[in-house]
């Protein structure tokens, strides 16, 4: 079975900090995701990455910023973290076309 | 972003009854998903479909990609309260996938 697993499930930040979201896969898939899923709104694409070293955006990823420096790790970096960016925050990771698999994802509050 | 067109938002049935839910969207995919998700949990894949008119089941849900490619509905007959969660539909367009704002079930005993 595949495991994508989230580094933390329930993060408290405060306004201004520098925060990192960590996600690890172990089935060696090239694609990694960066989602947020707020009520009403589903799940919005932050960022995703094909491979080490690569980044594309997402439909909103102003705000953020991610590192893939190996294969199976994928960090999400909220720069100056702001009280809108309170959310759940889930990652997911596919091979090539295959159906993406999700973490348990991370209930991040900013105060 | 693009999303999909999902209905009805929320639906509060008794157990035993059965569930059907849809997806619509302007454009047209190539594989539709079907994800729920457990509250407290990352949505968990249900069933994909890969071919236009395909209908797929797993137990008891029934899944169908529709013939114009731009629609999906998920059957679950005879819920339980387990089945209890959000269920989201996906289109895979191109290089990533587009979400339905989910059905919340909710079973009643």
């Known amino acids: 079975d595949v495991k994508v697993t989230q580094s933390s499930r329930y993060l408290v930040k405060r306004t201004g900090e520098k925060v990192f979201l960590e996600c690890v896969q172990d089935m060696d898939h090239e694609n990694m995701f960066w989602y947020r899923q707020d009520p009403g709104l589903g799940l919005r694409l932050i960022y995703f990455s094909y491979d080490v070293k690569m980044k594309e955006k997402g439909d909103i990823p102003e705000g953020y910023s991610v590192s893939r420096e190996k294969k199976e790790r994928f960090s999400l970096i909220l720069e100056s973290a702001s009280t809108n960016q309170t959310s759940m925050y889930l990652c997911?990771?596919?091979?090539?076309?295959?159906?993406?698999?999700f973490g348990d994802g991370t209930r991040l509050s900013i105060l | 972003g693009q999303q999909l067109n999902q209905s009805p938002q929320s639906m509060f049935i008794q157990e035993g009854e059965d569930v059907s839910m849809n997806c619509t969207s302007s454009s047209i995919f190539n594989t539709w998903l079907w994800y729920k998700q457990d509250p407290g949990e990352g949505p968990v894949l249900l069933i994909a479909?890969?071919?236009?008119?395909e209908l797929t089941s797993n137990g008891r849900l029934t899944a169908q990609f529709g013939i114009t490619r731009k629609d999906s509905f998920l059957n679950i007959s005879a819920s339980i309260p387990s089945d209890v969660g959000i269920y989201f539909c996906a289109g895979h367009d191109t290089d990533k996938l587009i979400f339905g704002t989910g059905t919340r079930l909710q079973v009643f005993p």
């Open positions: 997911a990771s596919s091979f090539g076309y295959q159906p993406q698999h």
């Open positions: 479909l890969y071919k236009a008119g």
